[in-house]
């Protein structure tokens, strides 16, 4: 059994739009929309949870889509609050050993074949899987944050060697990630992605190369770019 679970309860404070960026629209259709059309493209995806901010207005009220179940859940102050809470209200009969697709809202460009090959990896893999992109530029740690206005400066070059940029579908099985997830939260330790908690459990989850255009869109020049992508894919469709 494979469920997709979809944190959607951020408010895309670096985004800064009218709404929560999971609810910008591309093509008629809000981020949130298309990155549940991605995950249903794989037949092996069973249903889907999405986790929601507790004052969410904008939610559509999808209970399927393309033929499985869509179901929701309050999410939670981080991220990772989110993914556990979505995790805890999945069905019973999704069992411990269910194959748990944890997927961002704000990547809308998923390509079927990138989700593919990560659910053949990690169903073959106990440590799990997930989707990433090898660095490929050289990295300068600076002296300030991004938002620190004009004079942010060089303080060093960083090796890249073996470095890659964690994407999603991050994919393990949910008992083991309900644990790590649980131990990460008792530990009082603030964890970025699903695979941080399962490393600190002893887990060498595995990297599926994905393709650089699986964005998370964060601010508005990300949304222009998905724009884009997405109708370059229409196009491509188009021409089928
Ligand atoms: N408490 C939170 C925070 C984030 N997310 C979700 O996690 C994904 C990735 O997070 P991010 O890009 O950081 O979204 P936001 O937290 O909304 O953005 P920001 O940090 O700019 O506020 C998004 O789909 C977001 O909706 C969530 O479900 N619950
Ligand atoms: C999960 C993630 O998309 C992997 O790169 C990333 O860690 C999310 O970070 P955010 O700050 O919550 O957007």
Known sequence: MIWAVIPA?????????PLPK????????????????????????????????ADDD?????????????????????????????????????GD??????HDAARPNLHALDLQRLIDAASADADGAILAAPVRDTLKRADAGADAG??????????RDH????????AFRRGDLTAAL?????????VTDEAMAMERTGARPRLVEGREDNLKVTTPADLALAEFLLSRRGQARGKR
């Open 58 to 94: 904008r939610w559509p009220g999808w209970t399927s889509l393309h033929g499985r179940p869509v179901l929701s859940c309050v999410g939670g102050g981080e991220r990772a609050d989110s993914v556990l809470a979505a995790l805890q209200a999945l069905p019973a009969d999704v």
């Open 150 to 159: 004009a004079d942010v400066r060089i303080l060093a070059t960083q090796p």
């Open 182 to 190: 649980l131990r990460a939260r008792a530990d009082d330790v603030a």
């Open 9 to 17: 309860a951020g408010r895309g404070t670096r985004f800064g739009g």
């Open 22 to 53: 999971q609810y910008m629209e591309i093509a008629g259709r809000p981020l949130l929309g298309h990155a549940l059309d991605a995950l249903f493209a794989d037949p092996r995806v069973d249903g889907a949870m999405v986790a929601l901010a």
């Open 163 to 170: 470095l890659w940029r964690a994407l999603t579908p991050q």
């Open 97 to 102: 050993d269910a194959l748990i697709l944890v």
